[in-house]
């Protein structure tokens, strides 16, 4: 990236020398986004990240009287503009989750309207997360997609936390929109792509210039581009030379040693989870107060998710699960960078028990106390 600050500071959209060095690099990163959703580059459009994606996929379809469908554990920016379309006259459907975490696909189906009238130009999108942000449960997409594909339906996909750790393939997902960022694979923040299928009627979230062919406004974000662009070609080798696989292991090792621990347990057993996410239940504890414990023997862990942080409000995830709100705050979530080694996983399993004790010792309290 940093050359593109630096020395190779031109604008994208310029047609001198500078301008073109900027414009090539762009297309060198609409190229390796292409490979990774498997699409054609002109179906690549650079945004901000994965706020703005799923913004678009929402408000650009959706008008008034169309019907979307989505989760009730879909991260905020789905949820907040869902809200938003709704006050407008769009009918929502919020589908919940089984107590393991997985959107059973059949649910989908059932929330489908029959066209109402021959000819009818009413619109359904539906918009499923591939991994949740604060479980790792991965989402059956591909059934989800063909059920979308048999009701004509349109089909977004926030994958935001599925991209670089699930194998990733627009058109085995059978989606029509996906959002991704850079800054959940190792990128810079602030930049982010979106998978549209050529066809899709999807109206820019953002007018003015031409750029993204009219698809997105603005002078392109070029050492963001370049660095998303570097992100996402590191993410494919990672899944194709066991760093991932390895990473579970960790995560398989760092969980079972923390389930030692008597009244632990994980939320999103037994279901398919991205492999570097762990959510832990602790009974009988604050998630703040471990929060803060371990923050101070160097390990970075969050109660819900960071977008919510500093709220006292119990994940929304964790409660669309069936957890009551004691024991959804009572939950943390540990996540491993690609890079995590054995010996950080051995001094998470060092401190969290210790400082585990020391909670529950200090403020023995009930479960009854915490609401
Ligand atoms: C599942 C999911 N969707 C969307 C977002 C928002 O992406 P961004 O922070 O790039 O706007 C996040 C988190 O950051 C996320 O975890």
Redesign the pocket.
Known sequence: MRPYWMEEFGNASSIHLQGQKARTAVDHARETLARFFHCREAEVVFN?????G?NTAIFGLLRPGDHFITTSI??S??LRAADRVAERGVEVTFVAPSANGLIDPERIRQAMRPATRLGDSRRTLVSV?L???ETGVVQPVEEIGSIAAEAKAFFHI?A??GAGKVAFDVRRFGCHLC?I?A??IHGP??V?AMYVRRGTPLEPLIVGGSHERRQRAGTENVPGIVGLGKAVELAMESLEDGTMERIAGLRDRLEAGILAISGTDVNGAGAPRAGNTTNIHFEHLEGEALVIALDLKGVAVSGG???HSGSTEPSHVLMAMGLDKNAARASLRFSLLKTATDEDVDHVLRVVPEAVDRLRALAPLEASTLS
Not at 48 to 52: A, C, F, I, L, Y
């Open positions: 901000s990240g994965g706020t703005e799923d879909e991260h920016a789905v997360m991994a949740n942000n926030d935001v936390q959002s960022s800054h959940k923040k602030g982010g998710s960071a977008c």
